[in-house]
């Protein structure tokens, strides 16, 4: 599967900003997707992910309560809704998807990336 993300900005503190990664192939819904993010200097981290029938999602605690993933398999897209934007939130957002994984977090686990989409914040 081929992934591309997109929706990146830059917003000021406070705003929200929705990302979208558009997925090619087919059955995409045996995919479990994820959102990662890479701020300069850092390694890459775990946002949020969601299973394949979107049932199940996961967070990382910085995000909880402000983002939300959801997914929309009939049109082979995944969303990461991130709202009340803090200018610790800049970083290259990614998107990843496994076959037939759980709403897994670790970097490691996640066969394939798009392209990361730029969010920045400013105070």
């Known amino acids: 599967v081929q992934l591309q993300a997109s929706g990146g900005g830059l917003v000021q503190a406070g705003a929200s900003l929705r990302l979208s990664c558009a997925a090619s192939?087919?059955?995409?819904?045996?995919?479990?997707m994820g959102w990662f993010r890479q701020a300069p200097g850092k390694e890459r981290e775990f946002v949020a992910a969601?299973?394949?029938?979107?049932?199940?999602?996961k967070y990382a605690e910085s995000v909880k309560g402000r983002f939300t993933i959801d997914r929309d398999n009939d049109k082979n897209r995944v969303y990461l809704q991130m709202n009340s934007l803090k200018p610790e939130d800049t970083a290259v957002y990614y998107c990843?998807?496994?076959?037939?994984?759980?709403?897994?977090?670790?970097?490691?686990?996640?066969?394939?990336w798009g392209q990361g989409t730029q969010v920045t914040v400013s105070s």
């Open positions: 990843a998807g496994i076959q037939y994984g759980s709403t897994r977090s670790p970097v490691k686990d996640y066969t394939y």
């Open positions: 969601i299973s394949g029938s979107g049932g199940t999602v």
């Open positions: 192939g087919r059955s995409f819904r045996v995919y479990s």
